[in-house]
């Protein structure tokens, strides 16, 4: 990270909401998100706003049907000029110097995201300029292990599609990036990456660590080069070496249900936290346990697990607080409006809570 930041336990989210327009979605964000507001995804528009959907607007033989209800690429006809074209605007725009590079190729429209339209547009209205934006793209590995081609193989398997699919969503993250850089004094795009938490199983038994490690750190890169933030979000148990050597800044794990598991790299996790690497701590769950949670019982399990991974690492536990941020454990669009409301409500309370119980100050 080229300039170190210390969140000091602000309140951020992942991108799905339940609503099924942007307006009430958003009203949520700025009421509970307050240094770290973010465009919400409403999956529940429709086919255009699922999660990897949302992000395949501009790719080569992209091809959406709507009767069906799904997405693939046809792969099987000559695409050398589709790919050519992709491929020189994506080197005309990636070699151009940071916020320089125009990415409008790939840009998210209206049809695809009516929540991050209307999120700008409330951000050019309210005139203010927020220590943090938070924006998303789905990660390149979870993209391409759900994407298929026409014959339902896994488009992850063809390296060509594969690496035209990395620089894509990488054109995404600078365009986010440079669209709402203005409205900001520090951007943080995170990639979603939840199929991570199968990687190492029976069903991605050919996919190996390299490959990952080098799809995600590209798209890394790509942040960096805006000089913003990169974080990875995974809602399940993984790896998180991975994500280290990957060079991301921020990891983002469901800390409620995993909370423990990165203590289990205490090498690696010491690495991380001593250059200035940030833990977004999911510590409400976005399932029906919600709705037993407290905020003071919540700021409880998130102090055992900030005490557990400073033992294991020998850090301060004031060097790891200043470098966090709490999160929903995963997007709330699978809950009721109810059930993510009251996500919402908690999450707020608990960062307040955890500043004031630690005695933390926003950078």
Known sequence: MSIP????????????????????????????LP?????????????????????????????????KGR????????????FASFYETYLAAAEAGSGEGDFSALA???????????????????????????????????????ITDENKRAIFYQEEFRDMIVKALSMKCRWQIQRFQRYAERMICFIDEPILSAFGSSTYIAVK????????AEQVQAVHAEDAVAG???????????????GVDLINLDAFSYGETIALYPDAMRRFLESGGLIAWGIV?????VREQTPEGLLERFGTLVDLLAAKTSMPKDLILSQSLVTPSCGTGSLSVADAERVFA???????????????DEE
């Open 346 to 360: 908690l999450l707020k309370e608990l960062s307040l809570l955890a500043r004031a119980r630690f005695s933390l």
């Open 209 to 216: 660590r390299e490959e990952v490690v080098a799809m995600v």
């Open 232 to 246: 990875v979000h995974c809602c399940g148990n993984t790896d998180w070496t991975m994500l280290i050597d990957a």
């Open 71 to 82: 997405m693939h690429f046809e792969t099987g006809g000559d695409y050398s000029e589709e």
């Open 285 to 289: 769950p976005t399932s029906q346990a």
């Open 35 to 67: 240094d770290a507001p973010l465009w919400p995804q409403l999956p529940r528009r429709g086919l255009y706003e699922q999660m990897e959907i949302q992000y395949s607007e501009g790719m080569p033989c992209a091809k959406i049907d709507a009767e």
């Open 108 to 146: 998210i429209s209206q049809a695809f995201s009516q929540g991050l339209h209307a999120f700008e547009e409330r951000l050019k209205a309210g005139g203010k300029r927020y220590p943090y934006l938070k924006v998303q793209t789905t990660g390149p590995c979870s993209f391409a292990l759900t």
């Open 5 to 32: 930041i210390k969140p000091n336990c602000i309140a951020t989210a992942i991108g799905s909401f339940p609503h099924p327009e942007a307006s009430p979605a958003l009203d949520i964000v700025f009421a509970s």
